[in-house]
């Protein structure tokens, strides 16, 4: 079985940072891709940054230069790093994680439980 544990959402004021993480643990073979998402209310999940294990990154035109994805491979972690945070950033966040998994050794999408970030103006 898999496990992820979100951690580091919270409250700050708009133009604050927070860091995310999410790490992965289990019966794991690989991890490929890992993501952040958000669900602000009344919306539906988007996609925040993503970064692969061929080490392509990409990100939400909303949060270019102001938000940065990272993994640690050893650790089989994903971390957020936002910075310049507005009003409009606030939402649930949740992490994506693709994994091979050793007892199915099958590729499946993993998501946290959900952080919640909440920028005040």
């Known amino acids: 079985q898999v496990q992820l544990a979100e951690s580091g959402g919270g409250l700050v004021q708009a133009g604050g940072s927070l860091r995310l993480s999410c790490a992965a643990s289990?019966?794991?073979?690989?991890?490929?891709?890992m993501g952040w998402y958000r669900q602000a209310p009344g919306n539906e999940r988007k996609l925040v940054a993503v970064?692969?294990?061929?080490?392509?990154?990409s990100y939400a035109d909303s949060v270019k230069g102001r938000f940065t994805i990272s993994r640690d491979n050893a650790k089989n972690t994903v971390y957020l790093q936002m910075n310049s945070l507005k009003a409009e950033d606030t939402a649930v966040y949740y992490c994506?994680?693709?994994?091979?998994?050793?007892?199915?050794?099958?590729?499946?999408?993993?998501w946290g439980q959900g952080t919640q970030v909440t920028v005040s103006s």
């Open positions: 994506n994680l693709r994994i091979t998994t050793l007892l199915t050794r099958r590729t499946i999408d993993y």
């Open positions: 289990g019966s794991i073979i690989s991890v490929n891709a």
């Open positions: 970064t692969t294990s061929g080490g392509s990154i």
